[in-house]
């Protein structure tokens, strides 16, 4: 199978097309490289730096057929997209439809997309662990433009003759981060902790999330190129609620000393509990998360004392 990945040099991308490549597949990246790094792709990948957004992508999909578009390419920052929701929207919303027509042009059958778990926005707790069909009710610029990505997509995708497949991510996390994003909470706590540092918490050590290692992503989204229960939404999750002060428990155990942090401010648009039911995906993708959070941690801030450790020799 000849799959494009769009924002395949990125965190969630680059282990993708890892992942993909490992499995057999054709793999085409294209990425702008305004967040992503070329040098984290294998050789085995066709790398294009191309800005979805531009004519040159479009005449790109319309000279080469894919059998399947995995697209990643995103505004990612909740922060960023409170700034400037225009920009979200371009990137997120224009963004996304560009894809679709570039999808169309190729002849794609099936398009993969990376949603969020910000189209849920902050529901009654009652609802926990959130279920697919949960209420849709975004709280930042962000899960809005998320969301009405999605919606395009079930409109859109039919009507160009492409199957769909739609997986709204938790809270994602492990080794290769590209970017420095205060979204990226875990990465930003090992790439502190890597080189000493205080930690600042925005806003309080209580909020909990749902953690789920990048690899385990990955698979989830290969596994979304295959699965014939198609036309359909996937939660990407580990179903297990965890607080950021059990968080830094755990990495403080790896690093093996107490780490000191403070408080900072409470950023706009955060969600206080979020926790995502991942039966569906069990059930119907065949697919299960195996990455344990504490061995998934200790990996991660093993990465990023490595990075800290080669920075240091460089200096």
């Not at 290769?176 to 205080?198: C, L, M, S």
């Amino acid at each position: 199978m000849n799959v494009l990945v769009t924002g395949g040099a990125g965190f969630i991308g680059n282990h993708t097309v890892r992942c993909l490549i490992e499995k057999g597949y054709d793999v085409t990246v294209v990425d702008d490289l305004s967040r992503g790094h070329a040098g984290l792709l294998p050789l085995e990948a066709h790398f294009y730096p191309i800005d979805i957004l531009t004519p040159q992508f479009q005449e790109f999909m319309a000279a080469r057929h894919f059998d399947a578009v995995i697209h990643l390419a995103a505004q990612i920052e909740v922060a960023s997209s409170e700034r400037n929701p225009l920009q979200d929207a371009s990137l997120n919303i224009g963004g996304t439809l560009a894809v679709l027509e570039g999808a169309k042009k190729s002849h794609v059958s099936r398009f993969v997309f990376a949603s969020s778990a910000a189209v849920y926005g902050h529901p009654s707790e009652a609802l926990l662990p959130l279920a697919e069909n949960a209420p849709l009710c975004p709280l930042s610029p962000y899960g809005l433009s998320k969301m009405t990505a999605e919606n395009y997509i079930r409109m859109l995708a039919p009507s160009f003759s492409m199957e769909w497949v739609i997986l709204r991510f938790a809270n994602v996390y492990g080794e290769r981060e590209v970017r420095k994003d205060p979204g990226g909470v875990i990465q930003i706590f090992a790439n502190q902790i890597a080189h000493h540092r205080p930690i600042t918490f925005l806003g309080t050590t209580v909020p909990t999330r749902d953690w789920i290692y990048v690899r385990d992503v990955a698979e989830a989204l290969v596994k979304s190129l295959v699965t014939t229960r198609c036309d359909a939404v996937y939660n990407v999750s580990t179903g297990k609620e965890v607080s950021l002060k059990t968080v830094l428990t755990m990495l403080e155990r790896a690093a093996g000393y107490s780490v000191p942090h403070e408080q900072g401010l409470k950023r706009r648009g955060d969600i206080h509990r979020s926790v995502l039911s991942c039966a569906k995906a069990r059930t119907l993708l065949a697919w299960t998360p195996k990455m344990t959070l504490e061995e998934g941690l200790f990996r991660t801030l093993r990465f990023a004392q490595d990075q800290a450790r080669q920075e240091e020799g460089q200096s």
